[in-house]
């Protein structure tokens, strides 16, 4: 059996059905907006299409200077409403400070829910939330000596600080021979020296005997792949 299509006028009565169960006067189309719920001084607007778009969020934000009250109608996404592409959707809405309408299509009949009400965004707070965020991702700057990355970039290898620190223990072991990580550590990798060597995630290093550790043929190799980075740690 063909599968209907979709309409966005096929949102309408669902959506209407809402807000007129709480008492609201409903009208479609008034003034460009596609649909309008009053009740006393209240005033509602609903943008409805078919997809979460940039221009159905333009819509819904020109809709601000008239009310606060603002929501966009969508149909229920394919994808799970607990995946991160669902969490990142909600997280720009309530930015926007946009209200989010679902309309679901069952066999019993279309019906909408309210998932967001319009609400002021707390920025300051959302912050807080995502200090330890923050602070790892100036951990992970501070933890690089330049910028060895294309911005922008996809499918291509990420210089990380990890991986730099790595690059700059192999060089120094490199140049010294054997080593042990006090040494290293006075040479300035950093606090990380003793665990980079010991879980040796690249394959690069190697204990020769207690306490001391040397550079394997693997790492000699590998580390020439980062001109940059060679001369910057040897000179």
């Excluded at 979709?6 to 003034?31: C, I, M, S, T, W």
């Excluded at 997809?51 to 603002?70: S, Y």
């Excluded at 879980?199 to 550790?213: A, L, M, P, T």
Aim: with cysteine.
């Amino acid at each position: 059996m063909e599968k209907k299509k979709l309409y966005e006028a096929d949102l309408y009565e669902p959506v209407r059905r809402l807000f007129v169960r709480e008492g609201y006067e409903v009208n479609g189309e008034v003034k460009d907006c596609d649909l309008t719920a009053v009740k006393e001084e209240e005033l509602i607007i609903v943008e409805m299409k078919k997809n979460l778009t940039v221009e159905l969020l333009i819509q819904a934000a020109n809709r601000q200077k008239l009310t606060d009250l603002v929501f966009i109608a969508i149909p229920k996404p394919k994808y799970k409403m607990y995946s991160k592409k669902w969490h990142d959707m909600c997280h720009l809405l309530k930015r926007l400070e946009l209200g989010l309408i679902i309309v679901s299509f069952l066999k019993s009949g279309a019906k909408a829910e309210i998932i967001l009400s319009p609400a002021p965004f707390d920025r300051k707070r959302t912050m807080q939330m995502n200090k330890k965020k923050r602070l790892s991702l100036l951990t992970e700057i501070n933890g690089r000596s330049g910028d060895y990355n294309i911005g922008g970039s996809n499918k291509t290898k990420i210089m990380t600080a990890y991986k730099e620190n790595c690059i700059q223990i192999a060089c120094y072991l490199d140049r010294e021979g054997p080593t042990s990580p006090k040494t290293l550590r006075k040479m300035g990798t950093g606090e990380k020296t003793l665990s980079i060597l010991t879980q040796n995630y690249y394959g690069w290093f190697e204990k020769v005997s207690r306490g001391i550790y040397t550079i394997t043929e693997k790492g000699k190799e590998e580390i020439k792949q980062y001109p940059e980075l060679l001369k910057h740690y040897l000179n």
